[in-house]
């Protein structure tokens, strides 16, 4: 009886440890990109990119730190699709910059005003 469970149990053991199945592992940057404005000062400005306005704050340009990683920390960046993009902004309602971009996925491109 013995012998019984014990080659019931190793076979049991034996079965549980053949896995079916496939696993798949993605890597990569992610498909968007990120766009953040510098000025001398924080102050609101309205940004056109490929037709579409956004309403954000320029970032103080003595407050972002030398090395520091701008992605995902600024609250005024704007995500976008990789590629090349026009960029328009407006501060008060006079254009201040008209300018084309390229950013690559997983980047953020900073365009100082």
């Excluded at 012998?3 to 079916?20: D, E, N, R, S």
């Excluded at 498909?31 to 490929?50: C, L």
């Excluded at 309602?93 to 365009?111: E, M, R």
């Amino acid at each position: 009886m013995k012998k019984y469970f014990l080659i019931l149990f190793a076979a049991a053991l034996l079965l549980t440890g053949c896995g079916v199945g496939s696993h798949t592992v993605v890597s990569g940057r992610a498909d968007e990109a990120g766009v953040v404005f510098f000025a001398d000062r924080s102050q609101p400005i309205e940004v056109t990119i490929d037709g579409h306005t956004y309403y954000v704050n320029s970032v103080k340009d003595s407050a972002f730190k030398s090395k520091r990683n701008i992605k995902k920390t600024a609250d005024n960046m704007i995500v976008v699709k990789p590629g090349q993009h026009d960029v328009r902004v407006r501060i008060k309602g006079q254009v201040i910059l008209t300018q084309k971009i390229f950013v690559s996925a997983g980047d953020t491109k900073v365009i100082n005003l």
